[in-house]
């Protein structure tokens, strides 16, 4: 009652004001993934192992390199799922296009078993050094087989450009899912970037510093689960679900003043952010200290939404559960209704969107790319293989 009559107040908001809906191109759809191997050899050997099991594992993240290559997640929360990170190919099998490995089937093959190679990956972002960075959670099936690491790779040569281990005293073994990564460039020198990445189970945020190859550990209590919004309602269908930190995204580089991460917890509904000079100011979180009186409310939505994502404009973007839509806010405006504004409503397509960048089209225009999936299905086991369970779609935004 709570969406329908806030998405109603948006509406004759929008009305008012002339505004029209956007609406969503579907790129890709699934049934059921299609996964590609590099020989009928290996595919054999990886069903008859038991490292692949047809219609485990679903794609969580999306995101487009210079060259337009589709990358989406497919992280090991379960056994049976050949490779964590891969591209969309430009062939089709019988439930969608073939996915392929990267950078290569080997470097997932081993399913934790070379901890040099890739282990399970929730989510990517690429930079605007065309840099493809990756969170390894270094989990299957929430055994720890692998300490959780960053890797980064350069995109026009697909080669690794170096590995970081994120230290035992940041993440709890077998506990913290390490989620999702927020690049920032620092005045455009690729040299200087600092990465920020979500522990989404044992709620903390994890900031790394590529100048100096260090990382630390920052929790605060706005990272925590509110126990009043675990149970998710997608599509009139209710799972439980319990996160921390879920999505984030960065004040535009051109903006003027104090920039800031904004996010906000899966398992919740408020908006909140917090400065980058406090974040990035590794000598105020040492020793486990806290400082609460940085981590700002913005607001509250009253329902769920999935990740999110900012342009260079300040609009920030989030798939609301209910209703299934997505929607947008000017960081320069207040966070409530009537300034909160729904862009497109499709309840079909818009079920869980678990991943959501801006990125820039071939001609240089931002593009909204969204991943969805049916999440209350997978969990309660009641998908249905005969239909479309897993999208990108691709929205224009001015």
Known sequence: ??????????????????YRPKKLTTLFEWKDLEFDFPSK?????????????????????????????????????????????????????????LLEPYPNYEAHSSHGGDCDGITSVFRVTIDQCNRLWVVDAGTINKTQHCPPKILVYNLEKDTLLFSYIIPEDQYVSGKSQLNKPVVDIMKGQCNKTKVYVADVKVPGLLVFDQATEKSWRIEDKSMNPDLEFETFTIADESINLIDGIYGMSLTPNSFRGERSLYFHVLTSDEKRSVPLKAINNASMWMNNEKHPDVFKLIGNRGVQCGDEAMDSFGINYCGFMDPLSIFAWNINTPYRRGYVMEL???????????????????????????????????????????????????????
């Open 344 to 398: 497109v409503n499709d309840p079909e397509r818009l079920q869980f969107a678990s991943g959501m960048k801006v990125i820039r089209n071939k001609q240089g225009r931002q593009e909204l790319r969204v991943s969805s999936n049916r999440l209350q299905r997978i969990y309660s086991k009641t998908i249905d293989y005969d239909e479309v369970n897993f999208r990108i779609m691709s929205m224009k935004i001015n």
């Open 41 to 97: 050899e290996d595919r054999e050997a990886a069903l008859e192992g038991g490292l692949y099991i047809m219609k485990n594992g679903f794609p969580v993240d999306v995101d487009v390199d210079n060259n337009g290559r589709t990358f989406v997640t497919i992280p090991r929360l379960s056994k049976g799922i050949p490779y964590s990170l891969a591209t969309v190919s430009n062939r089709s099998a019988a439930n969608g296009p």
């Open 1 to 18: 009652m709570i969406g329908i009559v806030f998405r109603l107040l948006i509406l004759i908001t929008l009305v008012v004001n002339g």
